[in-house]
């Protein structure tokens, strides 16, 4: 079955990202736009509140520098604890129709953009997709209910991910990989090992139903 041709991006300001290029556009984020917009922008607070959208409606989701932002552990108001992030990846399993993809990206440990922010609350590393993929996803003990198969978990250039999606990313020719591997040999030079891998981490999960 083909997804629907609808994507919708989690905190999207004022500027929704739409890196499948699908025919209807959506955005959410916790505040309403100051002045009309040319897409459908619904307001929630996903750390507290689920994705406004019904079940398998979407084709699509993106969340570009977003989840850092959403806590792992928050009070659940009757003096226990909730997972915020565990809540939200099921929350995009759940709006996702069969087959449907979510589009992340992130800036992960141990590169220094992950916690150079005051706001970045939830450090992602190369693995924490394994709580949500595969046939027994280890969110599971955490109440986990989705299941997604990883297509593409890998480090990438921030500005290259934004521009372009999928197998085709601009600026990945011989003599641009050559350049930023002489930057990034001056930056071991000076010591700063942590930029020697780039410090974004890109997810392309497919939502399994």
């Given at each position: 079955m083909t997804p629907p041709d609808t994507h919708l991006d989690l905190g999207c300001g004022t500027q929704p990202r739409n890196p499948y290029g699908r025919g209807t556009l959506y955005g959410v984020d916790i505040r309403a736009p100051a002045g009309p917009v040319d897409y459908e922008h619904r307001v929630a607070n996903l750390v507290l509140q689920p994705i406004p959208f019904a079940d398998d409606s979407l084709g699509s989701v993106s969340a570009f520098d977003y989840l850092e932002h959403v806590p792992r552990l928050f009070p659940d108001g009757a003096g226990g604890t909730c997972f915020p992030f565990v809540r939200l990846m099921d929350e995009i399993w759940r709006v996702l129709a069969p087959g449907g993809r979510l589009y992340a990206l992130t800036p992960a440990?141990?590169?220094?953009?992950?916690?150079?922010?005051?706001?970045?609350?939830?450090?992602?590393?190369?693995?924490?997709?394994?709580?949500?993929?595969?046939?027994?996803?280890?969110?599971?003990?955490?109440?986990?209910?989705?299941?997604?198969?990883?297509?593409?978990?890998?480090?990438?250039?921030?500005?290259?991910?934004?521009?372009?999606?999928?197998?085709?990313?601009?600026?990945?020719?011989?003599?641009?990989?050559?350049?930023?591997?002489?930057?990034?040999?001056?930056?071991?030079?000076?010591?700063?090992?942590?930029?020697?891998?780039?410090?974004?981490?890109?997810?392309e999960l497919e939502a399994v139903k």
């Open positions: 440990y141990p590169h220094p953009e992950a916690f150079v922010d005051p706001t970045h609350v939830n450090f992602i590393t190369d693995e924490t997709h394994a709580y949500f993929c595969g046939d027994s996803p280890l969110g599971r003990m955490y109440g986990f209910q989705g299941k997604f198969r990883a297509l593409r978990v890998l480090r990438t250039e921030r500005a290259s991910a934004y521009s372009t999606l999928a197998g085709s990313p601009l600026n990945h020719g011989p003599g641009k990989r050559f350049a930023r591997a002489l930057r990034r040999w001056a930056r071991f030079l000076r010591g700063k090992r942590a930029q020697l891998s780039p410090a974004w981490l890109l997810w």
